[in-house]
C-alpha cells in the first residue's frame, strides 16, 4: 500500500512538473508571438518574395474580406512566434526529460536544445530559399497557359506557413530517434537495420516536397534527410557510452 502511494505521488510529481515546463514553454510562445505580430508587415514582405520571384509578372496578392487580412496577421503570429521562440520551447521540453537521464548525460541537454533549435531554423532557412521558390513555380506551370492566377493572403499565408512548419518538424529526426532511444522503444541496432529504408524514405519525402519536378532539387533535399537520421545513430551511440 504505502508503495503505492509512493508511485502516485511520483506520477504527481512529474505531472507537476511537465504542466510547469508546458506553462512556461506557453509564456514563451507568447511573447514570441506578440513580437512577430509588431513585425507582420516585414515578415509577410519575406514571404512574398518567392512568390515574385517564381511568378514575375504577379505583382499584388488580394483577399476577400476585410476580416481576413487581420486573421492572417494573427495567424502569421502565432506560428512565427514559435518558430522564433523554437530554443526556448525546446529548452522547456528537453529540461522535463532531463531528470530522467544519468547526472553525466544531463550535461548534454543544452547541446540537444541547440542541436533541436539549429535543426528547426536550417530547415526552414533551406526551406525558404531554396525549396519554396521551386515548388511555387512547379506548381503554377500546370495552370500558367490557359489559367489566371490570383493569389489571396490567407491562402498563401496558410500555405507558406505550413510547408514551414513541416520542414522544420523533418529536420527534428535526431531528437526523435534519440527520444525514441531513451523511452526503450527502438534500439541502436535497431535504428543502424533501418538505415537503408531511412535512405529510401528520404528521396520519397524528398519527391513529394519538391514536387516531383527537378531530381536535383530532390538530391539536395534528401542527402540532409539522410544526414540527420545519421546525427540520430551518432547521438544515441554517443548516449550509449555515456552510461
Known amino acids: 500500500m504505502k508503495e503505492v502511494e509512493e508511485k502516485k505521488l511520483s ?41 515574385m520571384k517564381a511568378i ?8 476577400r474580406t476585410f476580416p481576413e487580412v487581420f486573421a492572417s496577421y494573427l495567424k502569421l503570429s502565432i506560428i512565427t512566434g514559435f518558430i522564433f521562440g523554437s530554443p526556448y520551447i525546446f529548452y522547456q521540453l528537453w529540461s522535463f526529460i532531463a531528470p530522467g537521464l544519468y547526472p553525466h548525460e544531463q550535461k548534454w541537454v543544452k547541446t540537444a536544445v541547440f542541436l533541436t533549435s539549429f535543426a528547426f ?22 495552370g500558367e497557359k490557359f489559367l489566371v492566377f490570383k ?25 526523435f530517434m534519440v527520444l525514441l532511444n531513451r523511452l526503450e522503444i527502438v534500439n541502436y541496432e535497431g535504428f543502424k537495420k533501418f538505415r ?3 535512405i529510401l524514405l528520404a528521396f520519397f519525402i524528398s519527391a513529394i516536397l519538391t514536387g516531383g519536378g527537378d531530381p536535383f532539387n530532390q538530391i539536395i533535399l534528401a542527402i ?20
Open 196 to 198: 537503408p529504408y531511412a
Open 11 to 51: 506520477l504527481i510529481e512529474h505531472l507537476l512538473e511537465l504542466r510547469a515546463c508546458l506553462i512556461k514553454a506557453f509564456i514563451g510562445w507568447v511573447i514570441a508571438s506578440v513580437i512577430a505580430y509588431f513585425l507582420a508587415d516585414h515578415i509577410i514582405d519575406l514571404l512574398l518574395k518567392p512568390l
Open 121 to 142: 531554423i536550417l530547415g526552414d532557412l533551406l526551406a525558404y530559399f531554396f525549396f519554396l521558390p521551386f515548388i511555387l513555380k512547379f506548381l503554377y506551370s500546370f
Open 224 to 243: 540532409p534527410l539522410t544526414l540527420l537520421y545519421e546525427t540520430g545513430i551518432i547521438l544515441i551511440r554517443l548516449f550509449k557510452t555515456l552510461k
Open 151 to 175: 493569389p489571396f493572403l490567407k491562402d498563401y499565408i496558410s500555405f507558406c506557413l505550413r510547408f514551414f512548419l513541416i520542414i522544420g518538424a523533418v529536420f527534428q529526426i535526431p531528437s
Open 56 to 63: 514575375p509578372q504577379q505583382n499584388y496578392v488580394f483577399f
